[in-house]
């Protein structure tokens, strides 16, 4: 029988991303980075779709290249329909119809957020059904209850800002550069947790928010520099510590609190932020404590990449859920 050959394209945001996965399996998980951005201390979208533009063809070439596998070899072509920057999306989407066209196979049309979260089926161990994925990115945080593959609900949200938003924002704040997120995470190994306290909201349910921490830091940080304007460059590690301790705690929070009200014990985390060291840490020892299974994808499956949207394409493609030519992304 032909293996089922799945070429998957994501280029959201400021990834560009090829990826091969055949029978389920992930033979290749290319990812260009776009270093441009660094310099404006955000992603720009007219430059992110330029830079997709540039990379997407090499991309797609080293994909099936490393993979051995060629354009005939090919069952079906996924890519990322929503959500994330329209400029960035519709570079993805004219690619991979072309290619759909050109090669009379179907296309596949993928939600990025659903693939995050099965990224956790890429690699052994995976998690049983049902299982609860707490999904932490820069544009989203979500909760959500995974009963197969196709079969997820989102029990809780952020009610504003993400929590990867929250990490760059804070660290914008204190002086670092853009991707500032992962920088907190390396100055906070070497520092206090507990040294400053900042509030944790108080809302009702499963839903986050994320907006009032970063005013809670803001005034610290204004009121800490009146009265010693190199704070922030004296106490760099334990101000990390405490706001990594705090975002942390507060996605932590809600997670237990979702895990108990459904019975789950499978536990997933995926998104960029799940790459954060010590989330992973404190993850895994709240999983100790409640006898839940933790399951967290390898650092290369957790940012943004082509081979959770490949492994979202093979699920798709055995159920028969296919997308016409006429399909068009969607920023949402």
Known sequence: ????????????????????????????????????????????PELASRAHMQHIIPVVDAALQK????????????????????????????????????????????????????????HEPKPSF???????????????KCSSPLELEVIGKSRDDAAGEAYDKTAKLIGLPYPGG?????????????????????????????????????????????????????????????????????????LKKAATQTGINEICMAGGVSANKGLRHSLQELGNKMNWNVYVPPFEFCTDNAGMIAITGHYKFLSGELAGLDISPEAR
Do not use: W
């Open 67 to 122: 993979a051995e596998i060629t354009l005939k070899d090919l069952s079906a072509i996924a890519f990322t329909q929503s959500p994330g920057l329209i400029g960035a999306l519709l570079v993805g989407a004219g690619v991979a119809k072309s290619m759909a066209l050109a090669l009379n196979i179907p296309l596949i049309s993928v939600q990025h957020m659903h693939a995050h979260v099965l990224a956790n089926l890429i």
């Open 182 to 254: 992962p920088l907190i995470d390396q100055y906070a190994a070497k520092g206090d947790p507990f040294k400053y306290s900042f509030p944790e909201p108080q809302i009702d349910g499963l839903d986050f928010s994320f907006s009032g921490i970063k005013t809670a830091i803001l005034y610290f940080l204004k009121e800490k520099q009146k009265e010693d304007p190199n704070f922030v460059e004296k106490n760099l590690n334990d101000i990390c510590a405490s706001i990594q301790h705090r975002i942390n705690s507060i996605l932590l929070s809600k």
């Open 130 to 144: 049902p299982f609860l994925c707490l999904t932490v990115s820069g544009g989203h945080t979500q909760i959500v």
């Open 1 to 44: 029988m032909r293996p089922i050959n799945i070429l998957a394209i994501e280029t959201s945001c400021d990834e560009t991303s090829a990826s091969i996965c055949s029978n389920g399996k992930i033979l290749s998980n290319i990812v260009s980075t776009q270093e441009i951005h660094q310099q404006y201390g955000g992603v720009v």
